[in-house]
């Protein structure tokens, strides 16, 4: 099965390096670095319909506006699986799942640096949201990126070992997380109320550079655990009650062609 090139789609013009793709800080509700930035991260799974529709409908602004320059932000694609015998993954939504959530956890080993390995989740993520997951591939020429170092990691069994690492990050969640998408500022979950995640950003912010995106929020009232009358999450379950329902054929390897 070769990648297939297609020509270029977009890139995001903010460059961030991402830091240690596992410098998790358990307790912290403080701002996650000595230069004052906001901490935020997403756990997410690849098929989560509400997981793509934040992904490419709200968490992308936060490179609009100089948010990008307050945020230290970290995806960890694993969500609701669970980890079993022999250290085998069930994802929530089928073998094609566990698939995807490989990739994008090699992409970001891969490509650390945050304008690369997101606009690669971005472009996955948009197809999700279209029905076309299965063309996922496409996204290596629409980027412009070299598919073997995503193949490698996902063969040579590294890509698995990522997933067991977010898998622990994400069982040791506390307050544990209850479905996705579940983002977490400055340590403090926001619940159901995920989408509105610039207004808690910038109200955790302390430094004196305000961002542009931050100057229409700064009245904004908070309230934390809002209920919604329709959630839109994915609620964790569990596997022994219920078979969780395949989406796609699963495939257990991925050839490497430059």
Avoid at 119 to 145: A, D, P, R
Avoid at 221 to 244: H, L, S, Y
């Amino acid at each position: 099965m070769a990648f297939r090139r297609l020509a270029s789609l977009f890139l995001l013009s903010y460059l961030f390096l991402f830091g240690s793709l596992f410098s998790y800080c358990s307790a912290a509700r403080v701002s996650s670095s000595a230069s004052g930035k906001v901490s935020l991260a997403l756990y997410y799974e690849t098929l989560c319909p509400y997981c793509s529709s934040f992904i490419v409908k709200h968490l992308a602004n936060v490179f609009e506006k100089g948010l990008i320059k307050i945020v230290d932000l970290k995806l960890v694609p694993y969500g609701n699986a669970k980890v079993g015998s022999n250290n085998t993954i069930t994802c929530q939504h089928g073998s094609y799942e566990c698939l995807l959530n490989t990739v994008e956890a090699c992409a970001i080993n891969v490509w650390p640096d945050l304008n690369k390995h997101f606009t690669f989740i971005y472009c996955i993520e948009h197809l999700v949201t279209q029905g076309k997951y299965n063309e996922w591939e496409s996204c290596f020429g629409k980027m412009g990126l070299d598919p073997k170092p995503i193949a490698d990691c996902y063969n040579d069994g590294y890509g698995k070992e990522l997933e067991l690492r977010y898998a622990a990050e994400t069982d040791a969640l506390q307050p544990p997380h209850k479905y996705v998408p579940w983002v977490v500022v400055d340590g403090q979950p926001l619940y159901e109320d995920y989408e509105n995640y610039i207004t808690y950003v910038c109200k955790a912010y302390k430094g004196s550079a305000v961002p542009k995106a931050c100057l229409a929020r700064s009245h904004e009232i908070i309230v934390m655990g809002k209920e919604d009358p329709a959630p839109r999450v994915c609620e964790a379950e569990d596997t022994t009650k219920r078979a969780w329902a395949e989406v796609g054929p699963g495939r257990r390897q991925m050839e490497s062609t430059a």
